[in-house]
Antibody, heavy 123, light 108 residues
Framework: EVQLVESGGDLVQPGGSLRLSCAGSGFTLSSFLIHWVRQAPGKGLEYVSGISGSGTGTYYADSVKGRFTISRDNSKNTVYFQMGSLRAEDMAVYFC????????????????WGQGTQVTVSS | EIVLTQSPGTLSLSPGERATLSCRASQSVSSSYLAWYQQKPGQAPRLLIYGASSRATGIPDRFSGSGSGTDFTLTISRLEPEDFAVYYCQQYGTSPRTFGQGTKVEIK
């Protein structure tokens, strides 16, 4: 059974840093692209970042570009999301999700999701 | 980027009724690369439909998707109690992937 488990969410002060992890089980992570989608309290879904199976291709939304970094360690079946210079507007539940295809391909949709991890930014 | 606008914002219906949800794109969605997700409170989104009209594994056939170009529809033929949730459309044809703002289907 494919499972994704996020961890690392916490309460952090504005300007602080946090590293989220997304651990996969039941499948070979390197075969999938991994994405981060966030949901602010009471709001909709926002696609913020993604990484290719090899790790050579990445995407960042303008809202996080230059502050957040996505990476992966396929030997550990884990993707990381390093978040820096955190702002109040980054406060959200962060979900990781898989796709078996890149943007503009038949399998570019998000087929498996983790349960999410809460990031709270407050002084 | 492609902006997806979902309507209505909220749909109030009774179990057994038919639900019709709309997703309109600001420009044509490449190759009908349009997906629908269901999200219940406190849970992750779940893939329902991909490629505008293909049901994901395990999704009941009361859920159906249609449309192409800029206009897409998710239909729930007869609402079951577990179908009351928020539904999002997403396009994955053109970077960046974008989501609609969601339609809440609530019990009338």
């Amino acid at each position: 059974e494919v499972q994704l488990v996020e961890s690392g969410g916490d309460l952090v002060q504005p300007g602080g840093s946090l590293r989220l992890s997304c651990a996969g089980s039941g499948f070979t992570l390197s075969s999938f692209l991994i994405h981060w989608v966030r949901q602010a309290p009471g709001k909709g879904l926002e696609y913020v970042s993604g990484i290719s199976g090899s790790g050579t291709g990445t995407y960042y939304a303008d809202s996080v570009k230059g502050r957040f970094t996505i990476s992966r360690d396929n030997s550990k079946n884990t993707v990381y999301f390093q978040m820096g210079s955190l702002r109040a507007e980054d406060m959200a539940v962060y979900f990781c999700a898989t796709s078996q295809g890149a943007i503009g391909t038949t399998r570019g949709y998000f087929d498996y999701w983790g349960q999410g991890t809460q990031v709270t930014v407050s002084s | 980027e492609i902006v997806l606008t979902q309507s209505p914002g909220t749909l109030s219906l009774s179990p057994g009724e038919r639900a019709t949800l709309s997703c309109r794109a600001s420009q044509s969605v490449s190759s009908s690369y349009l997906a629908w997700y269901q999200q219940k409170p406190g849970q992750a989104p779940r893939l329902l439909i991909y490629g505008a009209s293909s049901r994901a594994t395990g999704i009941p056939d009361r859920f159906s998707g249609s449309g192409s170009g800029t206009d897409f529809t998710l239909t729930i033929s007869r609402l079951e109690p577990e179908d009351f949730a928020v539904y999002y459309c997403q396009q994955y044809g053109t970077s960046p992937r974008t989501f609609g703002q969601g339609t809440k289907v609530e019990i009338k």
